[in-house]
C-alpha cells in the first residue's frame, strides 16, 4: 500500500492510507474506555488488537480500494482518527464508519469526513448505496448519519448489541455546493 499522498482532502483532513507501522496511532485511538464506548465490547483496544485491525484495513484496502482510512488534520499534522468503508457481510453492503481521538471531538470532523466521503464513494462507483450503524446511546454518531442525508432503517444486532442503522443511497446523496 502506498503512503505517497492523501487519497481524499476534506476541507481541514488529509484521508492516508495506513502504514505497517501505525499500529502504535491505532492502539491510541482505541486505547481508552471513552474511545473505544461504542467498539469491540467497550474495551479498550491493545496493540496487539490495534495491529490486527491495522492489518485487515491494509488487506480490506487491497481488496476493495476502500478501508478505514487514517485521519490527520492538515494544519497541525496531528492524527486526529479513522473514517471510511468496510465491507459488511451481515448487510451484503460496505458500511461507513469513523472514529475520532478524543482531542478531535467537538470539531465537526465526523460530519465533514463523513460528507467527503460519501461523494467519493458515489463518484468512485464503489456500490450504488451504504449502510452505517450506531448503538442507540451514542447520539453524536446518529447526529453525523442523519446530517449527511442517511435515512433510518430497520435496527440491526452486532455482537449482541442493538443498534440503529442508516441507508443511503447514490439517489438520496446531495452534496454540499459552496458559493463561487
Not at 485487515?56 to 473514517?83: C, M, N, P
Not at 463518484?123 to 433510518?152: C, H, L, W
Not at 430497520?154 to 448489541?161: L, S, T
Request: hydrophobic share 40%.
Amino acid at each position: 500500500m502506498s503512503a505517497d499522498g492523501p487519497i481524499l482532502l476534506s476541507a481541514r483532513l488529509d484521508v492516508l492510507n495506513w502504514r505497517l507501522d501505525d499500529a502504535g496511532l491505532v492502539q491510541r485511538l482505541h486505547g481508552t474506555a471513552e474511545t473505544s464506548r461504542y467498539l469491540s465490547g467497550g474495551k479498550p483496544w491493545d496493540l496487539k488488537k490495534a495491529e490486527a485491525r491495522l492489518a485487515s484495513w491494509i488487506e480490506e484496502y487491497r481488496q476493495h480500494g476502500v478501508t478505514k482510512f487514517k485521519l490527520v488534520a492538515r494544519d497541525s499534522g496531528d492524527f486526529v482518527g479513522r473514517a471510511g468503508f468496510s465491507w459488511f457481510a451481515e448487510t451484503e453492503g460496505f458500511e461507513l464508519g469513523y472514529s475520532f481521538c478524543r482531542e478531535a471531538w467537538g470539531r465537526g470532523y465526523a460530519t465533514e469526513i463523513a460528507r467527503t466521503l460519501t461523494g467519493w464513494f458515489f463518484d468512485k462507483g464503489f456500490a450504488d448505496r451504504f449502510t452505517a450503524f450506531a448503538q442507540a446511546e451514542n447520539g453524536a454518531s446518529i447526529r453525523v448519519m442523519q446530517k449527511i442525508g442517511m435515512r433510518e432503517c430497520e435496527p440491526i444486532v452486532i455482537d449482541d448489541v442493538p443498534c440503529r442503522r442508516f441507508e443511503i443511497d447514490r439517489s438520496m446523496w446531495m452534496p454540499v455546493r459552496t458559493p463561487n
